[in-house]
């Protein structure tokens, strides 16, 4: 079964700094993945995903991801962290067809200091 | 603009009481579901369902049912309402099974 594990649950950085969250993921073949992010007291919304292509994906607000088959992981990346960007964040791994399932994992909460 | 409504946005319940969420979409999608989310556990998949009329177990079904009258509505029912299910609950739809999700924004369930 796909499995998504998220290291970090609690990440803080400098306004102004760069910014990567760590996904791994666990599947036995060409995952569909994505982030979402969850900003106070709402629901989810969607960062970028990746459908097998380009390794790397644009997202909305600056962020990106690369995906990595060699390594398993779906990091997120932004160059400049805004305080507008503290949220937690989920990355999520689905089977692609045939599967019913959007596995999350258990989130990492970003701090941007000031 | 398309969107999934849930309703209520919280609500305190009696244990042993019966609870009703509800949610409502407008995206025209197949597929809803409803999670929910404990802190440090991120979300589990409670039910599901790709059609009206149908529900299917999601990975913690037990002490809920769901209900999928139409396309458009998917309501989660707590039949005997447990300390243990005070949580946040989301609702969300997709086009497909492996689509990205919209999600509601939330019902803050406190059973006391």
């Known amino acids: 079964a796909q499995s998504v594990t998220q290291p970090d649950a609690r990440v803080t950085v400098s306004e102004g700094a760069s910014l990567q969250l760590r996904c791994k993921y666990s599947?036995?073949?060409?995952?569909?993945l994505f982030w979402y992010v969850q900003y106070p007291r709402q629901g989810l919304q969607l960062l970028l995903k990746?459908?097998?292509?380009?390794?790397v994906v644009q997202g909305v607000n600056g962020f990106e991801a690369e995906f990595s088959k060699s390594n398993s992981s779906f990091h997120l990346r932004k160059a400049s962290v805004h305080w507008s960007d503290w949220a937690v964040y989920f990355c999520?791994?689905?089977?692609?067809?045939?599967?019913?399932?959007?596995?999350f994992g258990s989130g990492t909460r970003l701090l941007v200091s000031p | 603009e398309a969107a999934v409504t849930q309703s209520p946005r919280s609500k305190v319940a009696v244990t042993g009481g019966k609870v009703t969420l509800s949610c409502h979409q407008t995206?025209?999608?197949?597929?809803m579901y409803w999670y929910r989310q404990d802190t440090g556990h991120g979300l589990r998949l409670i039910h599901y369902?790709?059609?009206?009329?149908?529900?299917e177990k999601g990975d913690i079904p037990d002490g809920y049912k769901a209900s999928r009258p139409s396309q458009e509505n998917f309501s989660l029912i707590l039949e005997l309402a447990s300390l243990s299910q005070t949580a946040v609950y989301f609702c969300?739809?997709?086009?497909?099974?492996?689509?990205?999700?919209?999600f509601g924004s939330g019902t803050r369930l406190l059973v006391i």
């Open positions: 999520a791994v689905s089977m692609g067809t045939g599967g019913y399932k959007v596995v």
């Open positions: 995206n025209n999608h197949d597929y």
């Open positions: 969300a739809s997709s086009e497909g099974e492996s689509s990205d999700y919209t």
């Open positions: 599947y036995f073949g060409t995952p569909y």
């Open positions: 990746y459908y097998p292509g380009d390794p």
């Open positions: 369902s790709y059609v009206a009329d149908s529900t």
